[in-house]
């Protein structure tokens, strides 16, 4: 945490994404207190959700607490597969929606807002049955936009023909709460969630996606989202004065 921290506040990066492992790892109030020093925003908490587990109550409003003490304005949600032995996906999403509408008063009278993040459709089963930003914003539809927005990622949003016609509908309705980029590298690594690659280096047009965003009205911080071994193997510094060039290449 305090290499990352430094990092950005060197590289002129002004604000981060937390991830609650690595906050926990750190500690919250040691983090809060780590960013504010440095003067860095953060602009998200990542992640709430997994809602089809059986401790998923606890957990989300534990959540929105940190986000509080973080300074962290977003909480992502990564809604969560089929329950173990199931093979309702419908029910699997209306169990989904049902919880976060319970978590709607505790995030507003936090001023917390929930972002629903869908996942590209081949983690449907173990992470997030909510796969395109149409199943996304039917479920934030019920709440106030302040309240539940969407989380668009190109690395899971790219593959669908919809995705324009709902990043339109999303800024209509004020809904996008988080940009993020990541590129898509084939062949994908076992296990296939550390597929993610810094811009520019897969075939996503990412370019498109950031000048959609903007015309939807969204005018918030965009994250680089980055998990792959490779990245993570190599110096911090090294990759993130890559990824700013490439962000400025590829995406600005």
Not at 54 to 68: H, K, P, T
Not at 99 to 120: C, D, F, M, S, Y
Not at 200 to 205: F, H, K, N, P
Request: proline share 5%; glycine share 12%; hydrophobic share 45%.
């Amino acid at each position: 945490m305090e290499d990352t921290v430094k990092g950005c506040v060197a590289a002129g990066v002004p604000g981060i994404g937390l991830w609650r492992d690595q906050v926990a790892a750190y500690g919250v109030e040691r983090t809060a207190a780590l960013v504010r020093a440095a003067g860095l925003d953060v602009t998200t908490l990542c992640r709430g959700g997994f809602f089809t587990a059986g401790d998923w109550r606890d957990d989300n409003l534990c959540a929105i607490d940190e986000a509080v003490v973080l300074g962290a304005p977003v909480l992502v949600l990564v809604s969560g597969g089929l329950p173990e032995g199931s093979r309702d996906v419908d029910g699997a999403r209306r169990r989904i929606a049902d919880a976060i509408g319970e978590l709607v008063p505790h995030a507003r009278a936090a001023g917390v807002r929930l972002a629903i993040e869908p996942l590209h459709p081949m983690f449907a089963s173990d992470r997030c049955v909510i796969a395109t930003l149409g199943n996304a914003l039917d479920i934030a539809e019920p709440y106030p936009a302040q309240t539940v927005g969407v989380a668009v990622d190109t690395y899971h949003l790219w593959w669908d023909d919809q995705v324009w016609a709902q990043l339109a509908r999303a800024g209509a309705a004020g809904r996008i709460a988080c940009f993020q980029v990541a590129d898509w590298i084939t062949p994908l690594p076992a296990g296939v969630l550390l597929g993610r690659g810094l811009p520019g280096t897969g075939c996503v047009q990412l370019r498109r996606f950031r000048e959609a965003v903007d015309a939807a009205g969204y005018a918030g911080p965009i994250e680089v989202e980055v998990f792959h071994e490779d990245v993570w193997s190599r110096p911090g510094e090294e990759v993130l004065q890559e990824t700013i060039r490439r962000y400025l290449e590829h995406v600005v």
